[in-house]
């Protein structure tokens, strides 16, 4: 079965800094690969997806992650930080579609200073 | 497109109490719903995976006595939390699936569960 890590538990950045989220999965194939944040109390939000072709994705909100297929890794990256930002993130894998074996990670909190 | 639903999106109740779900999608038929469970400061974990007019198939350690899964349109699943008691007190996410989008799910906004 596929496994997700997500090595940070907590980050703090600065507003305006740069910003970068690591994700790993444990799957033998390429699998679709998800990006989503939640704010306190309220449901996911999908920032980005994988599913094939180009391995740099962009999304909403200024956000992009590389599939970087010799590593197993699909890290979220934004350039400059912003107070809204600051929420949880979860980095997510299928391995089918259907969603078959679809796995959250432990999820990032990002915490933003002024 | 692709909106999910869900409703309540709060509710509290007495331990013992059953309390019922329910998850929509708005503009697409779901072939495939999906309801999770997420505690404070926890990750979702998959609670059951349901198919329209069929019984859903329950992750291990669920109980499918306890939590009631109806999926009988391919727009509407329930999920009843029966005989409710504080442990059960959670956020509860559905999503569903599209059949021409299978290989993403759209997940609603989630239910707050408060058992007292």
């Known amino acids: 079965a596929q496994s997700v890590t997500q090595p940070d538990i907590h980050i703090t950045v600065s507003e305006g800094a740069s910003l970068e989220l690591r994700c790993n999965y444990s799957y033998g194939a390429t699998p679709y690969l998800f990006w989503y944040v939640q704010s306190p109390g309220q449901g996911l939000q999908l920032l980005l997806k994988y599913f094939s072709g180009d391995t740099l994705v962009q999304g909403i909100k200024g956000f992009e992650a590389e599939f970087k297929r010799s590593q197993s890794s699909f890290n979220l990256r934004k350039p400059s930080v912003h107070w809204s930002d600051a929420a949880e993130y979860f980095c997510a894998v299928g391995a089918g579609g259907y969603g078959q074996n679809f796995v959250f990670g432990p999820g990032t909190r990002l915490s933003v200073l002024p | 497109g692709a909106v999910v639903s869900q409703h309540p999106s709060w509710v509290i109740c007495k331990s013992g109490t059953s309390v019922k779900i329910e998850c929509r999608s708005l503009?697409?038929?779901?072939?495939?719903m999906f309801w999770y469970r997420q505690f404070p400061k926890q990750s979702l974990m998959l609670m059951a995976t349901s198919n329209e007019g069929s019984k859903a198939t329950y992750e291990q350690g669920v109980e499918k006595d306890k939590f009631l899964i109806n999926h009988a349109s391919l727009t509407l699943s329930t999920l009843t939390v029966t005989s409710a008691h504080p442990e059960d007190s959670s956020f509860y996410i559905c999503?569903?699936?599209?059949?021409?989008?299978?290989?993403?799910?759209?997940f609603g906004p989630g239910t707050r569960l408060t058992v007292l």
């Open positions: 503009d697409f038929q779901a072939t495939t």
């Open positions: 999503s569903a699936i599209s059949g021409r989008a299978y290989n993403e799910q759209f």
